[in-house]
C-alpha cells in the first residue's frame, strides 16, 4: 500500500546494481511513494546494463558517476538539478567496496593501497557527495540524505575486514557534516545499520551465510529484510523524521541489544 510520503520530492539514489541490492528495493519504494529520482552508479557497474531495467519501471534518468570522483559528483548533482527541475530532497549513499575484502586478503595482511581505497570508495565518498551538495546549493531545506552502514563500524567481525574502519568513516562523517548541513538549511544527515543482506556486497564476505544465520537467531524480530530497509528509507526521507540527524539509525531486528536469545542457547547445547 502506497502513502504518497514523498510526493513531489526529489532525489538522487546511489548504488541499484541489480534487483538484490538495496538500493534497487529502496527505487521501487520511493517511486511508490510518488518521488522522482535520478539513478547512479559507477561506470564500470552500468556495463551490466540492469540498472536500465529498474530506470524503466520508475521513469528515472541514469547518470554514471564515480562516487570517489568529485568531478563525477558535480556533473552528476548538476544534471539531476536540471533532469528534475530543481534542487534535492533525499540522496541515498548505498556504496560499499574492498579490494581487499574482494580479494580474499585478511586483516592482518592486507595491502595499504587496497585499504586506502576500501576507505575512499565506502567512507570518504560520503563526504565528496555531501560536500559536492552542499557547494552547488543542490539541497532544499528540510532535505534529507542517508548512508548503509553496518554494525561491524563498532563490533569486531574478523571477515568484515578493512570495511568496518571504512564504515566507522561513514558513521562519523554523518555526524560531522550533519552539523554542517542542518546549520545551512536544515537538511538532516543519517547513517542507518542494516542487518545482513543478501546482496553482491554482502555475499561477498567470507562466511556470510554463517553470519546471516547467526544474526537472524541474534536478532528478536528475525534480520531486517532489504524490503523493510527501503521503508525505513522512505521514512527517513519523508516528511515524519525532521528532527532526526546526526544518528547512526540500527535497522537490525534488535540485533544490537541482544546478549543471547533462545535461539543461539539451543543452536549451542546441540
Ligand atoms: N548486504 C549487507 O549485508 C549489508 C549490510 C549492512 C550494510 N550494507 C551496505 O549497504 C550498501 C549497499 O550495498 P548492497 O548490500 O545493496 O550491495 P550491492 O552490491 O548491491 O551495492 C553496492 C553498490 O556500490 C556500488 N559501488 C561500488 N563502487 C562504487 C563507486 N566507486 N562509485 C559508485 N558506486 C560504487 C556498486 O556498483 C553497487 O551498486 C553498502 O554501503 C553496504 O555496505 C550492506
Redesign the pocket.
Known amino acids: 500500500m502506497a502513502y504518497n510520503l514523498l510526493k513531489g520530492k526529489r532525489g538522487i539514489i546511489?548504488?541499484?546494481?541489480?534487483e538484490?541490492?538495496?538500493?534497487w528495493k529502496t527505487a521501487l519504494k520511493c517511486h511508490e511513494e510518488g518521488a522522482q529520482f535520478v539513478l547512479t552508479?559507477?561506470p564500470i557497474?552500468m556495463r551490466m546494463g540492469k540498472i536500465n531495467e529498474l530506470a524503466k519501471v520508475c521513469n528515472a534518468e541514469v547518470i554514471p558517476?564515480?562516487?570517489?570522483s568529485v568531478e563525477d559528483l558535480e556533473n552528476l548533482v548538476n544534471k539531476s538539478m536540471e533532469v528534475l527541475g530543481g534542487k534535492l530532497d533525499f540522496i541515498l549513499h548505498?556504496?560499499?567496496?574492498s579490494p581487499n575484502v574482494r580479494k580474499g586478503k585478511a586483516y592482518n595482511d592486507l595491502n595499504y593501497d587496497w585499504y586506502l581505497k576500501s576507505i575512499d570508495?565506502?567512507g570518504i565518498?560520503f563526504h565528496k557527495v555531501l560536500q559536492t551538495a552542499d557547494k552547488l546549493d543542490a539541497m532544499n531545506e528540510w532535505g534529507s540524505i542517508l548512508?548503509?552502514?553496518?554494525i561491524a563500524a563498532q563490533r569486531t567481525f574478523p571477515d568484515y575486514s578493512d570495511?568496518a574502519q571504512a564504515k566507522a568513516v561513514l558513521e562519523s562523517i554523518a555526524r560531522s557534516y550533519g552539523y554542517f548541513f542542518a546549520k545551512k538549511n536544515k537538511v538532516r544527515v543519517n547513517t542507518i545499520?542494516?542487518?545482513?543482506?543478501k546482496?553482491?556486497?554482502?555475499t561477498g564476505v567470507g562466511g556470510f551465510d554463517v553470519f546471516y544465520d547467526y544474526a537472524d537467531k541474534m536478532s528478536p524480530l528475525g534480520n531486517a529484510s532489504?524490503e523493510d530497509c527501503a521503508n525505513y528509507i522512505a521514512v527517513m526521507f519523508s516528511d515524519f523524521t525532521r528532527m532526526v540527524t546526526m544518528q547512526n539509525l540500527m535497522h537490525d531486528g534488535g540485533f544490537s541489544s541482544s546478549g543471547i536469545t533462545e535461539e543461539i542457547v539451543k543452536e549451542l547445547t546441540k
Not at 14 to 18: H, I, S, T, Y
Not at 20 to 23: E, G, L, M, Q, V
Not at 147 to 150: E, F, G, K, N, V
Open positions: 546511489f548504488g541499484a546494481l541489480d538484490n541490492s538495496i538500493a552508479n559507477a557497474a558517476a564515480d562516487a570517489t548505498s556504496i560499499g567496496m570508495i565506502s565518498s548512508a548503509l552502514s553496518y570495511m545499520s542494516q542487518s545482513p543482506t546482496t553482491t556486497a554482502g532489504a
